[in-house]
């Protein structure tokens, strides 16, 4: 399974980014599809997941400021960010869960400045 991931960039504060992740190589549907961030020195963290079912869930610091969606085609995953923050830079890493396997995407740079 490979994962592409597009859509990072540089944006300044209080803007907007929309993430795009779509995962190849398989003819199953991902359980779960997920994004995560590597901010510099710090370990990766869960920001946004879906199951394939629809239910979402959010880390604490983005709640209310971002929305996880799945494509129309299979095993495509979104994240839109509004009212970007300096904290929210990083590295952003798409995921996708086939069953117990899960595989990650190369990683896509998302840089916010004040």
């Known amino acids: 399974v490979q994962l592409q991931a597009s859509g990072g960039g540089l944006v300044q504060a209080g803007g907007s980014l929309r993430l795009s992740c779509a995962a190849s190589g398989t003819g199953f549907t991902a359980n779960v599809m997920g994004w995560y961030r590597q901010a510099p020195g710090k370990q990766r963290e869960l920001v946004a997941a879906v199951t394939s079912g629809g239910s979402t869930t959010y880390a604490d610091s983005v709640k209310g400021r971002a929305t996880i969606s799945r494509g129309s085609t299979k095993n495509t995953v979104y994240l839109q960010m509004n009212s970007l923050k300096p904290e929210d830079t990083g590295v952003y890493y798409c995921?996708?869960?086939?069953?117990?396997?899960?595989?990650w995407g190369q990683g896509t740079q998302v840089t916010v400045s004040s």
């Open positions: 995921n996708a869960l086939f069953g117990i396997k899960g595989s």
